[in-house]
Structure formats: C-alpha cells, structure tokens
C-alpha cells in the first residue's frame, strides 16, 4: 500500500506551512501531488539481507534503477517511491539527464526538502546519461539547476559495453569484495566478470554514506 502524505491547502503559496507534522520552508515550491513520489506505508524488503539503500527512478522510462540495482549488491529498487517503512531509509534519486528526466528529477528533489517523503534520508542524485557525448546547453543548465537541491551528486559515465551485457551477465559490486586488477588489465578484462570502476566508486561511496545514515535514523 502506499500513500502521499496529506497536505492542507496550498503549503507552496503558504510560507511556513505546516504538514501534519512537518514544516515546509517559506517559499519552497511543492511538487503538485502527480509529480511526486509516493510514500509506502508497508515495507518493500521482504527477505533478508535487506537493501541498505534505495534507488528511486526519478521517472518511469528507463532511469538506469534495474542495472545500478543489479550491479550494486547493497542496493534495492524503491518501486518509485519512498521507502518510508522499511528498516533502512537511505534513498538516492536516479534519473537520466534528457529533459524528462532532469525535471522529475528536480520534482522528487523538492519533495525531499519539503519533508513529504514519511521520513526517509535522501543521500543525493545520481544522474545517468541518456546518450554519449556532452549535454545540450540548455541541459547543462537544467542540470545545475537541478543538482543544486541535492545533498550530494554523483554523475555516471556512458557506459557502451554494457548495451551488449544482459541483465543477468552485468557484474556485481559488494563492498566485501576484493579491490579489482589495476585499469590496463582492467580495461582488457571481460566485462562480465569486474563492474566498471566508475560505478564500484560511486557504490562505495553511497554505501558509506548509507551506512553513516543509519546510525542517525531511528529504529
């Protein structure tokens, strides 16, 4: 089951608005409720070990959640929404850097400040390229935009040997695992067997900062 916390009234032209219990800052604009996430009331996780974070697909048309899921052992897919009643709360937002993707990026962005998200702690953003090469001006600037609301940022290569992997065959990180082989050996590798070192150091990180949320989270 899932629900959005309720609001009364227009808490963004209401500065100080209290939601139930939460305070929304002055002049914070709020997502309308279509453009936010929802909120679950049930736990996803239902077997043990459980994720000890959460990746939120900012919109529904290929994020990159099922390959950085598959390829990050300690992470789980939040089904689009907030994982407000599972034991670890750590959400990071992953979205694709074309214009859909930027600004439901931003959407859920702005829930998180606001405090709608049934108390879970939102790491940052995770940005995914939707084609190799660089941004367009206009998303550049979009970009910054958007990245300027998150806690922290972590931007993903374009990966093209992964469009010839199926799920099953991407490799996967724990950070129980063995440091991988030096980059020139690396690079001649199959890419079956070592993660890209980009995601592993992006993983790393997220996973530290997941773990350093859950000894500040209540039980």
């Not at 199959?190 to 000894?215: H, M, N, Q, S, W």
């Amino acid at each position: 089951m899932a629900s959005l916390l309720s609001r009364e009234g227009d808490p963004g032209n209401d500065p100080g608005t209290v939601t139930g219990r939460v305070v929304v800052p002055a002049g914070l604009r709020i997502p309308p409720t279509e453009s936010q996430a929802p909120v679950w009331d049930t736990a996803i996780a239902t077997t043990t070990p459980r994720p000890a974070f959460w990746l939120l697909g900012a919109h529904d048309t290929a994020a990159g959640v099922a390959t950085l899921t598959r390829t990050w052992a300690p992470a789980g897919d939040s089904r689009m929404g907030w994982p407000a009643a599972d034991r670890y709360r750590s959400v990071v937002i992953v979205a694709r850097t074309h214009r859909e993707g930027l600004q439901s990026a931003h959407d859920l962005l702005l829930q998180s400040i606001a405090g709608l998200t049934g108390g879970c702690s939102l790491l940052g953003l995770v940005s995914v390229p939707d084609a190799p090469g660089k941004l367009p001006a206009t998303l550049r600037r979009q970009r910054g935009v958007v990245e300027s609301a998150a806690p922290r940022v972590w931007r993903l290569p374009y990966l093209p040997h992964y469009r010839t992997l199926t799920y099953k065959q991407m490799p996967v990180w724990s950070p129980n695992d063995p440091t991988p082989p030096p980059g020139s050996k690396l690079r001649r590798a199959d890419p079956t067997e070592y993660p890209d070192p980009k995601l592993v150091e992006v993983g790393a990180e997220i996973f530290d900062a997941a773990r350093l949320a859950a000894t500040r989270q209540a039980p």
